[in-house]
């Protein structure tokens, strides 16, 4: 099945309140549809939950018992996604629900890398039954973008005024550690398209640990144009700055943009990057530090 045959359904209502341009809008509207539509073994999948930690979309998919995200809607504290998650897909099998049902959590970067990292390092090592999307905006965006582990190195956000002095996370190996049943980084563009299908996909056909780390694009923290965000997106994957891997059952695989391009096409429109590209200096060094983890990246694709 390619991207034009699945159709696109209006989960999202537009009371939502997002940003204009909120790259984390449109793959929710993308992943939904896929989701919910036949999936490679035939099966359909209803969605029983979206399971929802403090974020952005504490706001955007519904609030006062109301959801505008066109299903069920469980509003968690921060830390808590993982194992709410975890205990309603359990409590649903207990009820009888066949494995038609899928329950997905929707939590930020900073809820992944940082604060609730170990609810979902339990929920990971247990195998829960979840598909929990790292929706990646590389910000605390919902109080006004502040640094979070998923920050790059160098970025300017409220509180790193002068740029972020430690290092992103690494979030693969994180989940490689846990040796989950799937992981795969995602981002949605025209160029990306038919692998952000094929990997939600698939990730919704499977049963277990499903980790889906999405690069959401947002105008406000990365102090770039609303109408540039597929293009954004695209840059971070052709640039290597946000690498498209696959883990499945400990096999490794990284996907090759068709079209390869320097790390400045993606900072330059970006301000909060404004320090590294007036001084060629830290660009050199930021092109390096990206050169080197694509090359890890590709040694762990090759046979010891
Ligand atoms: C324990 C706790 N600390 C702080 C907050 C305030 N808070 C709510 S949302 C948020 C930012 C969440 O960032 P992220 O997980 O990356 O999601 P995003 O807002 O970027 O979508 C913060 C700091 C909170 N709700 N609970
Ligand atoms: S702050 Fe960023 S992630 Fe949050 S709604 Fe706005 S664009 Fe989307
Ligand atoms: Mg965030």
């Not at 519904?62 to 809607?73: A, H, K, Q």
């Not at 330059?268 to 007036?278: L, V």
């Amino acid at each position: 099945m390619k991207p034009k045959d699945i159709a696109i359904q209006p989960f999202l209502d537009s009371r939502h309140g997002l940003c204009p341009g909120c790259g984390s809008a449109i793959a929710m509207t993308h992943i939904q549809s896929i989701v919910s539509q036949p999936l490679p073994s035939g099966k359909i999948k209803k969605i029983r939950s979206m399971v929802i930690p403090a974020s952005c979309w504490s706001i955007g998919s519904g609030f006062d018992g109301v959801s505008f995200i066109g299903t069920n809607l469980v509003h968690t504290p921060f830390i808590a996604g993982a194992t709410v998650g975890e205990g309603i897909s359990i409590m649903s099998k207990r009820r009888g629900a066949n494995n038609d049902e899928i329950t997905i959590v929707w939590a930020g970067d900073g809820a992944s890398f940082d604060i609730g990292l170990g609810l979902l390092s339990g929920a990971a090592i247990r195998n829960a039954d979840i598909l929990y999307v790292i929706n990646d905006n590389q910000t605390y965006g919902n109080t006004g973008a502040q640094e979070s582990g998923a920050t790059p190195k160098g970025a300017k956000t409220q509180t790193s005024p002068n740029g972020k002095t430690i290092a992103q996370k690494d979030i693969i190996e994180i989940m490689m550690a846990h040796k989950v049943r799937y992981y795969a980084s995602i981002a949605l563009s025209v160029a990306t398209i038919d692998d952000f299908y094929a990997k939600v996909r698939r990730a919704a056909d499977d049963e277990g640990f499903r980790c889906l780390h999405l690069l959401s694009v947002c105008p406000p923290g990365w102090k770039c144009d609303a109408a540039k965000t597929p293009d954004l997106a695209e840059l971070a994957v052709q640039t290597h700055a946000f690498p498209l891997v696959e883990v499945t059952g400990g096999r490794f695989c990284l996907t090759k943009p068709k079209r390869e391009k320097p790390i400045e096409e993606f900072l330059k429109h970006q301000k909060r990057f404004d320090a590294i590209i007036n001084s060629p200096e830290t660009l050199r060094e930021f092109q390096e530090q990206v050169d080197n983890r694509w090359n890890y990246l590709l040694n762990l694709t090759r046979p010891a």
